[in-house]
């Protein structure tokens, strides 16, 4: 399959600092990408997007950075509450892969 | 507005049996994808069905298929199952085809086979 997902790697930050998550994407064309956020037992949420027309968005506590140049993305979480301990995952899109591929996973843990 | 919802939940099956998957997107919303989750495998993209029509496959078997029905709720089916086939299999739904403007999950079916 096209999605590889073998070790999950585990961030773990202290309740009130800042997390960072990283996702590196392997299609150039990539024009479209997605954070997720999974919680045990339920189904990916979404968090924030961005298309390749940009290189950052925000959300409320939230802020993705995209650089094209070395197809990498990161999801920083501001404040970062229990609450948000999850999987995130992110997800890359093309008009030429015409479909949506995730990426491996970060577990965030938060720890008070 | 209701969100994606999958049934059934949970179910057991035994190896060789056959299990059909219900998926009703969100309203107005016509294109549906599956995915299959597992711990080892991640993610991994199943088919996804726009305006009735199968628009893109994902590298599984023929055992495993789907279809959408002209309210957009889709179904799908895989046949002699085996035991790599339990996971989680993920429904989500999105406006325009190929999740370009995002899409939205239910919270899934998780298929035990014994």
């Known amino acids: 399959g096209e999605s590889v997902g073998l070790h999950l790697p585990t961030l773990s930050v202290q309740e009130g600092d800042n997390s960072i998550i990283n996702c590196a994407y392997s299609n150039s064309a990539s024009d479209y990408f997605i954070w997720y956020k999974q919680e045990s037992g339920k189904g990916p949420q979404f968090i924030i997007d961005?298309?390749?027309?940009?290189d950052k968005r925000q959300g409320q506590r939230v802020t993705v950075l995209l650089n094209k140049t070395v197809k990498h993305l990161s999801l920083q979480i501001a404040a970062t509450q229990p609450g948000d301990s999850a999987v995130y995952f992110c997800a890359e899109n093309s008009y030429n892969t015409d479909k949506l591929i995730f990426g491996t996973g970060t577990r965030l843990q938060v720890f008070p | 507005k209701a969100g994606v919802t999958q049934t059934p939940r949970y179910l057991i099956k035994t190896r060789g049996q056959q299990v059909t998957l219900s998926c009703s997107p969100i309203?107005?919303?016509?294109?549906v994808s599956w995915y299959q989750q597992t711990p080892g495998q991640g993610l991994q993209f199943l088919f996804e069905y726009f305006s009735e029509t199968q628009r893109n496959k994902g590298n599984f078997p023929g055992r495993f298929s789907g279809r959408q029905f002209s309210n957009s709720r889709s179904e799908m089916n895989v046949s002699t199952l085996e035991l790599g086939d339990s996971a989680l299999y993920l429904c989500?739904?999105?406006?325009?085809?190929?999740?370009?403007?995002?899409?939205?999950f239910g919270s899934g079916t998780r298929l035990t086979v014994v």
């Open positions: 309203s107005g919303h016509r294109s």
């Open positions: 989500a739904s999105s406006l325009e085809a190929a999740g370009m403007s995002g899409y939205t």
């Open positions: 961005i298309r390749s027309n940009m």
